[in-house]
Structures are given as structure tokens and as C-alpha cells.
């Protein structure tokens, strides 16, 4: 008796175990096993191979990790990811599947329209103003990473072409995003400057919204930040605009330097003499 009761205690156990594994076998295949089929065709830029993938929907906006098994991967799910990397047919393919456009990452709080607008791909605007005409909320900011906005991801250049990170601005101002939102810098005046966003620079400038000589992170001003890095043509032209508008040479970080100070050890001659003061 005590063997035929142990034969039937390990047959049930044995059961379980099986029917365990294959439960938990088709929920990793509907969402984490998914979402990295999905991935994987983005990656690949592999249109077809996403397209069938969709024909057979499964969970498209699961992240491609349980969240318990991960540390530093933003674990993005397939329409972060696709907007991130630029891959402007994959947004398109996966939001007309169904793709949550205001998914909420549990790791880094970002949408699908904060991961385009901070991966300064080339098509980052494109994506970015196809999300919102499909719903992307434009109001939201992150409650870690130092509170991101999406008005405040919207002043880039660098990789991009400035006239179009302008429109996406001034849309995003149309939609009533806050012009005043606090961003890591300080304020976005401060952000047009770093960001070397000229256009955006003077609109904040010709309505009067921002103190041209308010400074933020470290005490840096508008014209420090300019005198931080990459010194070019457009450099000196924005500093000569803020030399205009009666940006103060004079002002002394929290390094104890000024924007001369700063000039100097870019060696560039033109920059220094602009930013001489006695």
C-alpha cells in the first residue's frame, strides 16, 4: 500500500511539475519571448519578419525581461526600442497592431515618444510627430531620471536638422506643454544652449520668457554652456545673439570661472576675444 501511495504521490508530482513548465513555457512565449522576436526584427530592420510576426499577435507590449531578472537594461519593449534605434516603419507597423504609443517602462519610466526624442537618430523627429498623432501623451515626464519632459527632449541638434527639432518644438508649445518645466540644466533656455538649438534659443529670447543671465547646473549661464564644447561657426554666431540681447560676460560659476574663463581653454581665438572683458 505504502508503495502504490508513493508511486501515485511522485506520478502527481511529476504531473505538476510538467504542466507547471508548460504553462509557464506558453506565458514566456506570449510576452517575454515575444517581445524578443519582436526586438530582434527591429534590430534587423527585417520588415517582413516583423510583419508576420504581428500576423500571429501575441502580448506586443511586453518588455523582453521579467523585471526581477534584470539591473542596468532599460529592458525596452519592441515599439521603445523601435522608436529609439529610428526604425520609423517598425513604430508604424506595431502601433497600427495595437502598441500601447503611452507604454510606461517599469524600469526607466520612459514612453515610446521619450525613447525616440532622446536617441537623436535621424528620423527621431519623424517618429516623434507620428507617435503623437497617434496619442503619445506630450504632457508627461518621468518621476526618476531627474524628471525628463518631452518638451525638454525636443530641443536637440546635434544628429538632427535644427529647422525640424524646432517645429516639433513649437508644436509641442501649440499643444500647451509648460515653456517653464524644470529640466537637469535648469530650464530649457539653458537647454537651447547647451543643445546648440539656435532657433529655439532666440523664440525663448524674442518673447522675453527666460533672464538671460539665469544660471542652473554648477551655476552655469547660457554663454558658459556655449563656451563648454564643440566651438564652431554656430557657436560664435549664438554667442554674439546673447552679447546682443546683454548676456553678462562677467557672471562666475560654482567652479569660480566665467564664460572667458571657459573660452579659454578652448583655444579659440575668435571665442576668446568675444568673451574678454576688462
Sequence with gaps: MNKILKVVISLILISSVIYLSIIGYRHYDYNQGYAQA???????????????LLENPKNID?????????????????LEEAA??????????????????????????????????????????LIANYL???????HYSTNSNGSI???????????????????????????????????????IFLKSAL??????????????????????????SALMLLSLRDIDELTIEMVNILLTYGADKTLVSEEGLTAYDYALKTGNTELIELLRFE
Design 195 to 220: 543643445e546648440k538649438n539656435k532657433l529655439v534659443m532666440v523664440y525663448l529670447l524674442e518673447n522675453e520668457m527666460f533672464d538671460i543671465n539665469g544660471v542652473g547646473y554648477k551655476g552655469y
Design 132 to 138: 503623437i498623432d497617434h496619442g503619445a501623451d506630450v
Design 38 to 52: 519582436l526586438i530582434r526584427a527591429i534590430h534587423d530592420f527585417d520588415d517582413e519578419a516583423l510583419n508576420k
Design 84 to 125: 529609439f534605434i529610428g526604425n520609423y516603419n517598425a513604430v508604424v507597423a506595431l502601433v497600427e497592431a495595437g502598441a500601447n504609443v503611452n507604454f510606461i517602462n517599469p524600469t526607466t519610466d520612459f514612453t515610446p515618444l521619450l525613447n525616440a526624442l532622446y536617441s537623436n537618430k535621424p528620423d527621431q523627429i
Design 62 to 78: 511586453s518588455t523582453p525581461s521579467l523585471r526581477i531578472l534584470i539591473n542596468d537594461s532599460s529592458n525596452a519593449n519592441p
Design 149 to 187: 519632459s518631452v518638451l525638454e527632449e525636443s530641443i536637440n541638434y546635434y544628429g538632427i536638422d535644427m529647422e525640424e527639432s524646432y517645429s516639433l518644438f513649437l508644436r509641442l508649445i501649440s499643444l500647451g506643454c509648460d515653456p517653464y518645466v524644470r529640466t537637469g540644466l535648469g530650464n
